[in-house]
């Protein structure tokens, strides 16, 4: 086979893996009574899929950072953690993200499910855009030093997703923690 041949057929497993744990995640969720987050993470599967098709990548536009910090804050870490690590690598592999900072994105994510757990002290809006914000130091300084030619693309994508997050952690944020935790 050739490289090309064999770059597809094993995103093409990659993509088959993915679904089938999304969907496995989605089955444990449900048969808990986690309908509103597994109603979310099918959102986030859509909204993935979106994006890789009609490559949006530009906007800005994931539900990975509010779920795993939803998923932590009232779930614990374990959760956050999970839903973190799944969540993002869907992401990426589905809407057509490929790189090194694969190997800082991933744990970022795990880290932050892992923190909104242990510091359920401060309001979700907070929490979350704190969380974000640290998240988007670290892929700056990491793409400032692995791929200092990725950084433009970068900053407009930053910029659209502070925005559309800040939206989510404040405005639908408290919303659904209260249903999660009621």
Same mark, same amino acid.
């Given at each position: 086979m050739n490289g090309d041949a064999y770059d597809f057929l094993s995103v093409i497993g990659?993509?088959?893996?993915?679904?089938?744990?999304?969907?496995?995640?989605l089955a444990a969720?449900?048969?808990?009574?986690?309908?509103?987050?597994?109603?979310?993470?099918?959102?986030?599967f859509a909204i993935s899929f979106m994006i890789g098709k009609f490559q949006l990548r530009i906007l800005g536009i994931e539900l990975v950072t509010f779920l795993t910090v939803i998923a932590g804050y009232v779930y614990g870490p374990t959760a956050g953690i999970i839903?973190?690590?799944?969540?993002?690598?869907?992401h990426l592999v589905i809407s057509g993200y490929f790189g090194v900072y694969y190997a800082w994105v991933i744990p970022e &994510?795990?880290?932050?499910?892992?923190?909104?757990?242990?510091?359920?002290?401060?309001?979700? #809006?907070?929490?979350?855009?704190? *969380? =974000?914000?640290?998240?988007?130091?670290?892929?700056?300084?990491?793409?400032?030093?692995f791929t200092k030619?990725?950084?433009?693309?970068y900053?407009? &994508?930053?910029?659209?997703?502070?925005?559309?997050?800040?939206?989510i952690f404040f405005?639908? #944020?408290?919303?659904?923690?209260? *249903? =999660?935790?009621?």
């Open positions: 990659i993509k088959r893996l993915l679904i089938i744990i999304g969907i496995i995640l969720m449900l048969a808990t009574k986690l309908f509103v987050i597994s109603l979310l993470v099918i959102l986030s839903i973190g690590l799944v969540l993002i690598t869907f &994510y795990a880290a932050a499910g892992y923190l909104a757990s242990q510091w359920t002290s401060q309001p979700i #809006g907070m929490l979350g855009m704190t *969380i =974000l914000i640290l998240l988007i130091a670290v892929n700056i300084f990491l793409t400032m030093i030619q990725e950084l433009g693309s900053i407009p &994508y930053t910029i659209m997703q502070v925005m559309f997050n800040a939206f405005v639908v #944020g408290p919303s659904v923690v209260g *249903i =999660l935790q009621g």
